[in-house]
């Protein structure tokens, strides 16, 4: 089974509306962390926002939200007041466990457009 | 703050060669990791470093390796080049993984390797 699910391959928003961006995840770990990243065309990853397993209020970092639903086990990101410069891929990510535990697991991402 | 820098940017190389590419961390980073990103798989973890230690593996062919280097400089590489290796490697650094960071990966632009 697949550790990290985002089942939209692509969105379109209009700027300035809201846009929220599916992501589903398995582990049984009860620590684990959950990770949004931005990558543009250019290629580099651009860390957006983090949500802890036992973080009791939703994250939030500027324009982005995570809307964290434990019991789901989803951690959808929303973005508001979409801008032309959000376009990019977004991918969703986590690691389990804590201590030496480095590594992520990366979904397929998804691909968010914003049209003028 | 410079960021993590990887070089090569681009490279083009044949079958049967081998490739190294190299990665500088963000000072004070000791944790190094690298990702294959292609169409098909996505991103996937090959390793990560730390203090010049590998801890952590992804499911690759022997064919791949790293080393990290006593000022956290990392390098990798792959031998005997398959037209399946062609991929953006991207290179990652991270502070140590405590109550106060999340251990969050900065990520560098990548190196986009060619294979012919």
């Known amino acids: 089974a697949q550790k990290i699910t985002q089942t939209q391959p692509g969105m379109f928003v209009q700027e300035k509306e809201a846009v929220t961006l599916d992501c589903t995840y398995d582990?049984?770990?009860?620590?684990?962390?959950l990770f949004w990243y931005k990558q543009p065309s250019s290629g580099e990853m651009i860390f957006l926002i983090y949500?802890?397993?036992?973080?009791?209020q939703n994250a939030t970092e500027g324009r982005y939200s995570l809307n964290f639903q434990k019991a789901r086990k989803s951690a959808n990101l929303v973005i508001s007041a979409s801008q032309l410069g959000d376009s990019a891929m977004y991918f969703c990510a986590m690691r389990e466990g804590g201590g030496s535990n480095y590594k992520l697991t990366f979904g397929k991402g998804t691909l968010l457009t914003v049209n003028p | 703050k410079a960021g993590v820098t990887q070089t090569p940017r681009y490279l083009i190389k044949t079958r049967g060669q081998q490739v190294t590419l190299s990665c500088s961390p963000i000072?004070?980073?000791?944790?190094v990791s690298w990702y294959q990103q292609t169409p098909g798989q996505g991103l996937q973890f090959l390793f990560e470093?730390?203090?010049?230690?590998?801890?952590n593996k992804g499911n690759f062919p022997g064919r791949f390796s790293g080393r990290q280097f006593s000022n956290s400089r990392s390098e990798m590489n792959v031998s005997t080049l398959e037209l399946g290796d062609s991929a953006l490697y991207l290179c990652?650094?991270?502070?140590?993984?405590?109550?106060?960071?999340?251990?969050?990966?900065?990520f560098g632009e990548g190196s986009r390797l060619t294979v012919l």
């Open positions: 582990t049984s770990d009860p620590s684990y962390g």
């Open positions: 949500q802890g397993s036992y973080d009791q």
């Open positions: 000072s004070g980073h000791r944790s």
């Open positions: 470093y730390f203090s010049e230690t590998q801890r």
């Open positions: 990652a650094s991270s502070l140590y993984l405590d109550r106060a960071n999340t251990g969050e990966l900065f």
